[in-house]
């Protein structure tokens, strides 16, 4: 593809541990919202490539499932060596295509290595179980064994994080797989690909397609995918849960957040309101785990909203890659024409707009919006409701713990929910009936390590186990065994046998 005559390189598909390319495929333009201008293309496939790719897979599975399990973990190892070696390659291309900052990008590469640090210990993880003398002479053990070939479909937010959590659980659990990476954002996922070739990874087991609703329709249909991995908008993770689990596949579909951090009056309010620019506006608010909303409890609400707008109107709205830069672009026009649509509905709902993003588009090639406050929000006003996705924060005013958690468990999402207080008590109780699958206490993101399972509650979550440490029972089936043996029968024996001689 050429614009403006210059020719663009094209993203290629990854098949069989090599780049694959088709003439006269359709290719979709890679923009960096932070200038507006086109990148490179990508390759957009359907079902054949789709087809093709499994068919790698497929034939790669039996054999890496029958490697051995430390074998796998060292490949890992070796992976995980290459991703620290380039990381300010991947940082690179994150911020290019996605927009985010540079130190925000390294941290997303950092949290990669730590996914992969956890895949590595596969041979732990999937150790069964063993109960002896269950019936007389009878023992009972159990293992688990890998799906065959797994699929991912992921967002355009995480470009490298979201992708390593799905295939590196699943490869080091013995499958094959096959991603389909947001076609906004595929040029890391190929260097992933080329990265974990060059670790040792056998041809076949990591497969890349790139494509659009085809390409996902094709994967989800396919009688040789045994599972699916989605993480993306509610509305399309409930369609993806229900269509995989009609077609007999394991599914985990993460969708959408509506994430609250609520400010108790005993807190530290400048702690708080720091947690509340960093965890809204961060990433430009495109994270499923960015605070949506700060529940204000008391007679705090005036100035936490205060110390809240100084900062926000302190932060710096900027291409990534710039010194400076707090926060980057949104991906696309579209997500700033929502983000104005939203706040143009809570002046019109009743909110009060205390810091106005739309005042602060100083970068007018790229898709910039600045950060934005809207205080007196209402719970039945769109902004609450919908998932914005943006650099939009909401503020609820309440009377006390108890409001406050009714209004956080009210919520169809529960992906996170976070309390600021010094008291050990509210904190405790707050953790214990709040309804969310992640919970942070004086933490205003609370992802935990990948050492532990990540997934919401609610609309946030469909299918079963979520990422990270949850993922070894995801991508493998329990397999028990019930054995009895017995001695050789040695029939009728009259006469002496000396010792040794049978």
């Not at 020719?7 to 507006?36: F, Q």
């Not at 799905?166 to 096959?178: D, E, L, R, T």
């Not at 690909?193 to 990874?201: C, M």
């Not at 077609?247 to 969708?255: E, H, N, P, T």
């Amino acid at each position: 593809m050429t614009t403006n005559g210059v020719h663009l390189e094209t993203v290629p598909h990854w098949i069989g541990g090599a780049s694959v390319g088709y003439t006269g495929a359709t290719k979709s333009e890679i923009v960096d919202p932070a200038t507006g201008h086109t990148l490179r293309t990508v390759e957009l496939g359907g079902a054949d490539v789709v087809d093709e790719a499994v068919a790698s897979a497929r034939s790669a599975a039996e054999a890496w499932a029958s490697t051995p399990t430390p074998v796998r973990a060292t490949i890992l190892l070796a992976f995980r060596a290459l991703l620290l070696e380039h990381t300010e390659e991947l940082t690179s291309i994150i911020t290019a295509e996605q927009g985010k900052t540079l130190a925000d990008a390294r941290g997303e590469v950092a949290r990669s290595v730590e996914a992969v640090e956890v895949a590595t210990s596969a041979v732990q993880q999937l150790k069964g179980e063993f109960a002896e003398q269950v019936s007389r002479g009878v023992d009972t053990y159990s293992f688990r064994q890998p799906l065959g070939v797994c699929a991912g479909i992921t967002p355009f937010n995480f470009p490298v994080m979201v992708p390593v959590s799905m295939f590196a659980a699943a490869i080091a659990c013995g499958n094959a797989f096959v991603l389909k990476p947001s076609e906004k954002v595929p040029s890391a996922s190929v260097r992933l690909a080329q990265l974990f070739a060059e670790a040792g990874l056998p041809n076949g087991v990591f497969n890349i397609v790139h494509g659009g609703v085809d390409a996902v329709n094709a994967l989800i249909s396919h009688p040789d995918v045994s599972a699916i991995s989605f993480v993306g908008s509610t509305p399309v993770a409930r369609e993806i849960y229900r269509r995989s689990a009609e077609a007999g596949k394991k599914v985990q579909a993460l969708g959408g957040a509506n994430n609250h951090l609520v400010v108790m009056p005993d807190a530290d309010l400048d702690a708080a309101a720091d947690a509340l620019v960093s965890a809204a506006y961060g990433a430009a608010g495109q994270r499923c785990m960015a605070v949506t909303v700060a529940v204000a409890v008391g007679d705090i609400a005036d100035q936490l909203v205060a110390k809240t707008a100084r900062r926000a109107e302190d932060f710096r709205t900027g291409p990534g890659n710039a010194d400076g830069s707090d926060m980057g672009p949104l991906i696309s026009e579209t997500a700033i024409e929502r983000v104005r649509g939203a706040l143009d509905a809570a002046a019109d709902q009743g909110g009060t707009v205390v810091v106005d993003g739309r005042k602060n588009s100083t970068e007018a090639a790229g898709h910039f919006i600045g950060p934005s406050l809207v205080d007196h929000v209402r719970t039945d006003s769109d902004l609450y409701k919908d998932e914005i996705f943006g650099p939009v924060l909401s503020v609820v005013r309440v009377d006390d713990l108890e409001e406050a958690l009714r209004v956080v468990n009210a919520s169809p999402y529960g992906n996170g929910a976070s309390i600021f207080t010094a008291s050990g008590v509210a904190g405790r109780r707050f953790a214990h009936n709040v309804r969310a699958g992640s919970v942070g206490i004086n933490v205003p993101i609370p992802v935990p390590i990948s050492w532990f399972g990540f997934g919401g509650w609610g609309d946030s979550r469909f299918g079963d186990e979520g990422l990270n440490y949850d993922a070894y029972r995801f991508y493998t089936k329990a397999k028990v065994i019930t054995q009895r043996w017995t001695e050789p029968r040695q029939g009728v024996a009259p006469n002496f046998v000396a010792a040794g001689s049978q």
